[in-house]
């Protein structure tokens, strides 16, 4: 487990980078990331590279044995190259110039961009491909799906959809373009999605456009990575993404990358809804899930938030050193804080960093000193892994499309996925957050919320695992759309209805009207936002509805299929249902609990296929205690226990 630090060479007087490094590895910072910026320092004239001030600070660092990860500063094109080459800059979806003055101004199709960046990152390459002290790459900074409707974009997304339809009439007939007159004539009328809200526009052209934009970042980003791999083959390459706004199809981008890095901002206000305690959790397991395998934070939480919004409160004693903990335990190998000092100039001045502008060593900094010490202790989950039972099917493109159409008041995709995980954390279950299709057969249980876009290859990969006996969750709106987002002719789930034994015959998007059901047990729980009306043709009824209009209706249904058993849920639950739901699973697929946890804590449990860590993180905000199944030996304290008693934000680590 090593930490680190982002740390912006460029934009400290280079008197301060000795210190500052000094203070660093007496600290225990074991890696620094530079450069992602600092284009114009690089290259301060077209052609003309100075690595100068970067060497000296790259061999200052070197010197004190920190790492660095090498940032490529595609992301902020130098203003003598806009100057240049204005058709560079981005256009919005409104059709305008994107204005000059912040970050991420330039389209990333367009070739002249390309060539400069292409330039660049070979520049760099040939600089610093023989340095030892440089041991990753990140390409860019938290590129997104990018949005820009310059005319070589547009030409480039007419290309993609005829290379996918074949001609016009191809793309016609996926989109359903009768509708409104909307039939392209002429591949030239073919545009991007306006910036209308997109539940008003064509669903077919928003997805494609999705699909598009995604592919072109993931592709900018594979064309750095082998510019990379051709000086340095063995060097991990990375991009750093967060999980907010308009992400690139994290599966796609990530595909050909050798690793995930996530910048990790969790909430500083603790929130007073205890259901959205493991909100942050899942987006780690989430991170974990793209390759499925460890991952880094490149940037985490240091200090209070502002600039892009008004600072949030400062970080609560603890704060800073248990979420970085927290993303480790959840499989980041290595923490890298954001940032190590907060700056004096720029946008970013109140976004805080771990020292203020004071410099003067603060609370903050006494906790990630401590933090690093704390990181050499859990070195004892090298080499552990995170094994579970139990995965949640994530599926980008069904999250897209339904937030271009939502589906009634306050219902989201994602937030059925959280309620899922948060019920299955509050049980101490390990949970994967992966791709519709992985490889299923190693779980016990799978969660499937609302595949809303029917995807061949998924759609067999989850009959598949069911036929050879796993256990199943499905829920409302899935098998809603075909590939190209248009409704299908057929009863919902469409292909999901033999697998579930159940087909929908109607439904109520009931939105914030509250409804009740009642589970084969007696248990009454609300339900909101939809229900399906559903007829039984092999399933049985697990829940029925148990108020209203539709008073003893089937609401969640059991179908046994081949060797497996799979479940439908017709409508969405408050958090009690899916803790009960969670628990019943979990009892019939033999799959342990941990009982008594407080609700807020966390439990991930590794193995290094001999020894089991069962790793406790307290996300509640009050000192909680933890009964211990049986006595079991602290890697933290030394000491054996048969409970643990823990601050707000504080981890142990008991052997099984
Ligand atoms: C990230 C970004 C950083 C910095 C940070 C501030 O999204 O990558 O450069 O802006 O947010 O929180």
Same mark, same amino acid.
């Given at each position: 487990m090593r930490i680190g630090v982002d740390y912006y060479p460029e934009q400290w007087d280079s008197s301060l980078w000795e210190k500052d490094a000094e203070i660093m590895a007496r600290t225990g910072v074991k890696i620094v990331r530079m450069g992602e910026f600092a284009w114009s320092r690089i290259e301060p004239q077209d052609g003309i590279f100075d690595f100068s001030w970067l060497d000296k600070a790259v061999n200052i660092f070197a010197r004190y044995t920190i790492k660095v990860v090498m940032g490529i500063p595609t992301n902020c094109p130098p203003l003598w190259l806009y100057e240049k080459h204005p058709e560079i800059i981005r256009i919005g979806m409104d059709g305008s110039k994107v204005q000059l003055g912040i970050r991420g101004h330039r389209c990333i199709n367009s070739p002249v961009f390309r060539n400069y960046a292409e330039r660049m990152t070979n520049e760099l390459l040939k600089h610093y491909s023989m340095n030892l002290a440089v041991v990753a790459w990140q390409i860019d900074n938290e590129m997104r799906a990018y949005q820009c409707t310059c005319d070589i974009c547009k030409n480039k997304f007419r290309t993609w959809l005829i290379d996918k339809y074949d001609s016009v009439d191809g793309i016609n007939k996926a989109f359903g373009n009768c509708a409104w007159s909307g039939e392209y004539s002429d591949i030239s009328q073919i545009q991007p999605p306006s910036d209308y809200p997109e539940s008003w526009q064509n669903p077919s052209l928003c997805l494609e456009w999705y699909r598009f934009t995604s592919y072109s970042t993931a592709d900018f980003a594979k064309e750095m990575m082998l510019i990379v791999k051709k000086y340095c083959p063995k060097i991990p390459v990375t991009t750093n993404v967060c999980f907010s706004g308009n992400t690139a199809n994290f599966y796609e981008l990530y595909d050909l990358l050798d690793f995930v890095s996530y910048n990790n901002y969790p909430p500083v206000r603790i929130s *007073?809804?205890? *259901?959205? @305690? @493991?909100s942050h959790a899942f987006h780690l397991d989430l991170m974990r899930g793209i390759k499925e395998k460890h991952f880094w934070i490149m940037e985490q939480l240091s200090g209070s938030t502002g600039g892009w919004t008004p600072m949030s409160p400062a970080l609560k004693s603890g704060m800073l050193m248990g979420y970085s903990l927290q993303a480790m335990l959840h499989g980041a190998d290595t923490v890298l804080h954001f940032r190590w000092r907060t700056a004096l100039t720029g946008a970013e001045q109140f976004n805080h960093g771990i020292l203020d502008h004071s410099n003067v060593p603060n609370r903050r900094f006494f906790e990630f000193s401590e933090l690093c010490k704390r990181a050499e202790q859990m070195s004892v989950l090298d080499n552990t892994f995170i094994i579970s039972d139990i995965a949640i099917l994530y599926s980008p493109e069904s999250e897209k499309a339904l937030e271009y159409q939502p589906q009634t008041e306050n219902f989201s995709y994602i937030h059925q996925l959280k309620a899922f995980h948060a019920a299955f954390t509050h049980f101490g279950a390990n949970i994967d957050v992966i791709s519709p299709d992985s490889d299923l057969t190693k779980y016990k249980l799978v969660i499937a919320p609302s595949l809303f876009i029917n995807n061949k290859k998924e759609t067999e990969n989850i009959y598949r695992y069911v036929i050879n006996g796993g256990t199943l969750v499905l829920t409302n709106r899935s098998g809603v759309k075909d590939e190209h987002n248009n409704c299908i002719m057929d009863s919902l789930p469409t292909v999901f209805k033999e697998l579930i034994g159940a087909e929908v015959t109607e439904y109520d998007p009931i939105g914030n009207e509250v409804h009740t059901i009642r589970d084969f047990a007696g248990n009454e729980f609300v339900c909101t936002q939809w229900c399906d009306i559903l007829r039984l043709t092999t399933a049985k009824a697990y829940a029925e509805y148990n108020s209203g209009e539709y008073w003893c209706m089937p609401a969640i249904t059991l179908n046994r299929y081949c060797n497996g058993v799979a479940y439908y849920i017709g409508t969405v639950c408050h958090a009690d249902f899916y803790e009960s739901f969670a628990s019943n699973l979990m009892m019939q697929t033999r799959i342990p609990k941990l009982k008594g946890l407080p609700r807020g804590v966390e439990v991930t449990t590794r193995t290094d296929g001999t020894d089991e860590y069962i790793c406790f993180f307290n996300n509640s905000g009050n000192p909680v205690s933890i009964p211990l199944p049986k006595p079991m030996y602290s890697v933290i304290n030394s000491m054996g226990r048969d409970k643990l008693e823990l601050r707000p934000f504080e981890v142990d680590i008991v052997r099984k």
């Open positions: *007073d809804n205890p *259901d959205s @305690y @493991y």
